[in-house]
Nanobody, 117 residues
């Protein structure tokens, strides 16, 4: 079992920045791909960024150039740095861990990000 705990959400003005954190209950990055998803009201959950076991990263086109995913292996924590935020980024952001070879994945409880003036 793996527990994921997101933090760092909040209210920010357009153009501002936030850094989300996802702390895992144990060291899993060698066998799990880690992702950030978001879900806005009335919309489906969508993947925002992923960092694979090997450390490769990718972000959605909608956030490219603004969001960066990274991880700290010693702290068992994944980060999502979000810059140049717009109201369209308002959503609940979720951390996900997906096992590389088994049909197993875990979700955090989510953290609210609101971009508004």
């Amino acid at each position: 079992q793996v527990q994921l705990a997101e933090s760092g959400g909040g209210l920010v003005q357009p153009g501002g920045s936030l850094r989300l954190s996802c702390a895992t209950s144990r060291s899993i990055f060698s066998i799990y791909d880690m992702s950030w998803y978001r879900q806005a009201p009335g919309k489906e959950r969508e993947m925002v960024a992923i960092i694979t076991r090997s450390g490769s990263t990718n972000v959605a086109d909608s956030v490219k150039g603004r969001f960066t995913i990274s991880r700290d292996n010693l702290k068992n924590t994944v980060y999502l740095q979000m810059n140049s935020l717009t109201p369209e980024d308002t959503a609940v952001y979720y951390c996900n861990a997906k096992h590389w070879s088994a049909p197993v994945d875990y979700w955090g409880q989510g953290t609210q990000v609101t971009v508004s003036s």
